[in-house]
Antibody
Framework: EVHLVESGGGVVRPGGSLRLSCAPS????????MSWVRQAPGKGLEWVAD????????GHSDSVKGRFTISRDNVKNSLYLQMNNLRAEDTAFYYC??????????????WGRGTLVTVSS | QSVLTQPPSVSGAPGQRVTLSCTGS?????????VHWYQQLPGTAPKLLIF???RRPSGVPDRFSASNSGTSASLVITGLQAEDEGDYYC???????????FGTGTKVTVL
């Protein structure tokens, strides 16, 4: 059974940094592209970043470009989101999600339960 | 602000048919990019409902179906059930963006 478990969320001050991790299980990690999607409390879904199977192709939303970086380590079976210069508007649940194939995902067929990032002074 | 617009809410009685719309433009749905749909029940992570415009993942009931027309897409729920109550999001790609885009979301209420 496919499982995705996010970790690394917490409370951070504006301007601070956090690194989110996602631990997959139940499938061959390097057979799939992956995404990070966030959801502010009570709001809709927002695509944040995605990556293809080997990390050679990535994409980041304009709202996080230059501040967040998606990466993966297929040896350690892990997906990451490095978040720098955090702002109050980055406060959200961050979901790790699996794509449908090796390419940068166009949809996500499995999702983790999310980790909450709160940016507050 | 999303480039895919969905009505904020839709409601129906049990057993009824409801249609959820997702309105885009010539740079996303109208450009031929695939549309995908997700269901998010209260307090849970999103779940893939429809991918590649019309395909259902295994385990998704055939009460859920979808189609595209021009710059819009629709999700139809037939035989509405109490367990269908939640938020529904469409997703596509856009030629002006560097990745995916989600719709604004529709809350489905079962009366």
């Amino acid at each position: 059974e496919v499982h995705l478990v996010e970790s690394g969320g917490g409370v951070v001050r504006p301007g601070g940094s956090l690194r989110l991790s996602c631990a997959p299980s139940g499938f061959t990690f390097d057979d799939y592209g992956m995404s990070w999607v966030r959801q502010a409390p009570g709001k809709g879904l927002e695509w944040v970043a995605d990556i293809n199977w080997n990390g050679g192709r990535t994409g980041h939303s304009d709202s996080v470009k230059g501040r967040f970086t998606i990466s993966r380590d297929n040896v350690k079976n892990s997906l990451y989101l490095q978040m720098n210069n955090l702002r109050a508007e980055d406060t959200a649940f961050y979901y790790c999600a699996r794509g449908g194939n090796t390419r940068r995902p166009t949809y996500s067929d499995y999702w983790g339960r999310g980790t909450l990032v709160t940016v507050s002074s | 602000q999303s480039v895919l617009t969905q009505p904020p809410s839709v409601s129906g009685a049990p057993g009824q048919r409801v249609t959820l719309s997702c309105t885009g433009s010539s740079s996303n749905i109208g450009a031929g990019y695939d549309v995908h749909w997700y269901q998010q029940l209260p307090g849970t992570a999103p779940k893939l409902l429809i991918f590649d415009n019309t395909r259902r993942p295994s385990g998704v009931p055939d009460r859920f179906s979808a189609s595209n027309s021009g710059t819009s897409a629709s999700l139809v729920i037939t035989g509405l059930q109490a367990e269908d109550e939640g938020d529904y999001y469409c997703q596509s790609s856009d030629s002006s963006l560097n990745g995916g885009v989600f719709g604004t979301g529709t809350k489905v209420t079962v009366l």
